[in-house]
């Protein structure tokens, strides 16, 4: 299994520029997350999928839109980037529920000019 | 709602000694508590949790944990520290059911350095 992938690993935008970052698991989880990181600010959710066809706004969704393509697939879309979201974006999947491990991928850093 | 703070941003011990990292939190339920470890440049890999079972957690590379709700606390304990332990830290804590999701709040990390 090779757990949770992401590409890219690293992209460089100017601001205005729009790009996907895509999420994929084999784990057969039945939630998939998206987070950013940010210097001394730990994680932030931005988005989750709590099950196939299904998906919410987390802590800060501002400027972001995410599509669950399928059980396996959670793309995570900026539409016209800005400096502010010069981030590391991470991708997350659980099997079920509270108390349930998060199992992380290797993440994205992104700059934004 | 949840929160969760760790007290110290940058903790240095030196190799062979004890590692404390140090955690609070709230929750208006009944907590899942996380302690995940990122190493540089890496992604976040699990080192324990606490989900209502036993008190004291062990986890891997000889962490281990205690939920003490008095205290609201979930300290992080190491009995002799590796250099392969210096990294940074995130104290976790999950939320209420969303579905099938788990919310998760996160601490701001705490350094861990491990000197000769």
């Known amino acids: 299994n090779a757990g949770v992938t992401q590409t890219p690993k690293f992209q460089v935008l100017k601001t205005g520029q729009s790009m996907t970052l895509q999420c994929a698991q084999d784990m057969n989880h039945n939630s998939m997350y998206w987070y950013r990181q940010d210097p001394g600010m730990g994680l932030r959710l931005i988005y989750y999928?709590?099950?196939?066809?299904?998906?919410d706004k987390g802590e800060v969704p501002n400027g972001y839109n995410v599509s669950r393509l399928n059980k396996r697939e959670f793309s995570l879309r900026l539409e016209s980037a800005a400096p502010s979201q010069t981030s590391v974006y991470f991708c997350a999947s659980t099997k079920r529920g509270p108390g349930d491990t998060q199992y992380f991928g290797p993440g994205t850093r992104l700059t934004v000019l | 709602a949840q929160s969760v703070t760790q007290l110290d941003s940058h903790v240095s011990v030196s190799e062979g000694t004890p590692v404390l990292l140090r955690c609070n939190y709230s929750?208006?339920?009944?907590?899942?508590l996380f302690w995940y470890v990122q190493h540089p440049n890496k992604g976040l890999q699990l080192l324990l949790k606490?989900?209502?079972?036993?008190?004291l957690v062990k986890g891997i590379n000889g962490f281990e944990a205690e939920f003490k709700k008095s205290e609201t606390s979930f300290h992080l304990t190491k009995p002799s520290a590796h250099m392969s332990d210096a990294a940074e830290y995130f104290c976790v804590v999950s939320g209420p059911r969303a579905g099938t999701a788990s919310k998760l709040t996160f601490g701001t990390g705490t350094r861990l350095q491990v000197t000769l």
């Open positions: 606490y989900t209502s079972a036993a008190t």
């Open positions: 929750s208006s339920y009944s907590p899942s």
């Open positions: 999928s709590a099950s196939e066809g299904t998906t």
